[in-house]
């Protein structure tokens, strides 16, 4: 299932912004949901995951204590909340959905999913 993610834009370093993944076809309560990122001339990499029940979640080294991810039932969306950005951050964001929410599962998607939904551009600069 292709996912859209919204929210990005064009922020300062050391500012926040929050992106948001509102599946459409599907209930969020039976699936895990996932972010990644890919910067210009970069592969893409998972940021983060949060599992089906909203307990589970994962986020890559370099965003931990800056990053949060939630999900909202009622709204059927999952969001990323991201504060301190720095310019390491910036790309283009992308939501899927996953069986499970782990590092591995993150890893197999960001490697091997070849059709993704339409992502976000997170611009972080003076």
């Known amino acids: 299932v292709q996912l859209q993610a919204s929210g990005g834009g064009l922020v300062q370093p050391g500012g926040s912004l929050t992106l948001s993944c509102p599946p459409s076809?599907?209930?969020?309560?039976?699936?895990?949901i996932g972010w990644f990122r890919q910067a210009p001339g970069k592969e893409r990499e998972e940021v983060s995951c949060i599992g089906a029940e909203g307990v589970v979640t994962f986020y890559t080294d370099s965003v931990k204590g800056r990053f949060t991810i939630r999900k909202d039932d009622a709204k059927n969306a999952v969001y990323l909340q991201m504060n301190s950005l720095n310019t390491e951050d910036k790309g283009v964001y992308y939501c899927a959905s996953s069986p499970v929410c782990s590092a591995r599962a993150m890893e197999l998607i960001s490697r091997t999913l070849e059709f993704w939904g339409k992502g976000t551009l997170v611009t972080v600069s003076s």
């Open positions: 076809g599907f209930a969020l309560t039976h699936h895990a």
